[in-house]
């Protein structure tokens, strides 16, 4: 197998990356932090120029890497992979506060598979050996025999390093859910993942009151980092979680969310809201709807929000309703596959 040097601009970087392995894979894999979200050629969040050699630009979309970019030169480091040596320039915003872990594979083993709530499942795993992440980042679980991996955030916070707990709700028709995780997966299976990845987390040096958007599974980055701020004094300034569902059969750690908002009554407020159902003590409608009733304004705060593009599209949009500008806002989408081959490239206000 050939492998080949990728120099990273403007750090100056050297790294070898072999012929069937993504750019951003060897960079990540070895110290050198690309931007990037996805790791799926949806996003567009790494996208970066090449100053020097070939690549093959593999699973980009033709949305986020569009054919005139690639003529002019730019490519999706997360899918493409190197024809020859390669020199890039990369748009590198680290943020000092935080360390950055180089990714890695485990093998793991299936713990616990339990439904939670309607189509979704809470699946925890322990890893070979102890893991390294930031409160928000996410694992690659290899699917087996099909040669596809996807991806699923981690639920709870970095100081659990081996059991690690994830959300996952079921995609009709998906490879990984349909085929995989709701069909045949049970306790006592191996798994393989990789990781730690992604950049949507806690920003421990800040001590901003923030407000947290979550729709379905869109929960679980939002958990690690609600409990690594409270359970482990990880950030200082308040958090309000609006956790969004249709029904009450469809939301999820009801209870453990109550049980925090009441032992961190001054750190932590939490807004469970149902769209297609009234209940006493739930937000009445869309979680964005609700979220813009209850805020007059927003300023000075930050905000993150997680699940499915279009919500966290509605979501900023509220949120910069409320004053909010983009670069306080972070964003986790949950493209799939269906967003690649379709289009899910996010709006360009936001680059975090
Ligand atoms: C950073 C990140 C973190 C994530 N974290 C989570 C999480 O914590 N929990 C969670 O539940 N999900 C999460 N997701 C989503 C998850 O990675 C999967 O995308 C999701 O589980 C669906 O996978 P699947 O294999 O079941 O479906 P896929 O096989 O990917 O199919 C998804 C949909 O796309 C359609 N489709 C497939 N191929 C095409 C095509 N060529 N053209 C048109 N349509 C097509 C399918 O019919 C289906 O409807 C995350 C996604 C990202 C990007
Ligand atoms: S991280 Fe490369 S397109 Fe999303």
């Not at 964005?288 to 979501?315: F, I, K, Q, S, W």
């Amino acid at each position: 197998m050939n492998s080949y040097t990728i120099t990273v601009e403007p750090l100056g970087r050297e790294i070898e990356c072999r012929e069937d392995q993504t750019i951003l894979d060897a960079c990540l894999r070895n110290g050198v932090w690309l931007p990037h979200s996805c790791t799926h050629g949806t996003c567009a969040t790494c996208k970066a120029e090449v100053l020097d050699g070939d690549v093959d630009h593999g699973g980009s979309s033709t949305f986020a890497l569009m054919d005139f970019e690639r003529d002019e030169g730019m490519l999706l480091p997360c899918c493409a992979q190197p024809r020859s040596d390669v020199t890039i320039q990369a748009d590198i915003d680290v943020d000092e506060d935080l360390e950055m872990h180089p990714v890695q594979d485990y093998a793991a083993t299936v713990l616990s598979l339990e439904e939670i709530a309607e189509d979704t499942r809470r699946l925890v795993i322990e890893l070979d050996r102890e893991m390294a992440f930031n409160a928000g980042q996410y694992l690659k679980f290899q699917v087996p025999g099909t040669g596809a991996d996807r991806t699923y955030s981690i639920a709870n916070p970095p100081t659990e390093t081996r059991r690690l707990e994830f959300h996952i709700r079921r995609t009709p028709g998906g490879v990984a859910t349909d085929g995989w995780i709701f069909r045949s997966l049970a306790v006592g299976d191996p798994v393989s993942v990789s990781g730690p990845y992604g950049r949507f987390v806690l920003h421990t040096g800040d001590d901003r009151a923030a407000v947290l958007v979550a729709g379905g599974t869109g929960l679980a980055p939002l958990k690690s980092m609600i409990r690594h701020a409270l359970e482990n004094d990880a950030y200082a300034g308040h958090l309000t979680l609006y956790q969004g569902a249709r029904t009450q059969a469809w939301l999820y750690d009801v209870e453990e969310m109550q049980r925090l908002e009441k032992e961190y009554p001054d750190r932590f407020t939490y807004r469970p809201c149902l769209s297609e159902e009234i209940v006493d003590g739930f937000g009445s409608g869309l979680v964005t709807e609700v979220t813009e009733a209850e805020n007059a304004t927003l300023r000075g705060h930050a905000g993150d929000l997680c699940g499915p593009p279009r919500m966290v599209e509605a979501a900023l949009k509220t949120l910069m309703g409320k004053r909010l500008f983009p670069r306080d806002i972070y964003r986790e989408d949950f493209f799939d596959e269906g967003d690649r081959a379709t289009g899910g490239v996010r709006s360009p206000l936001i680059k975090r």
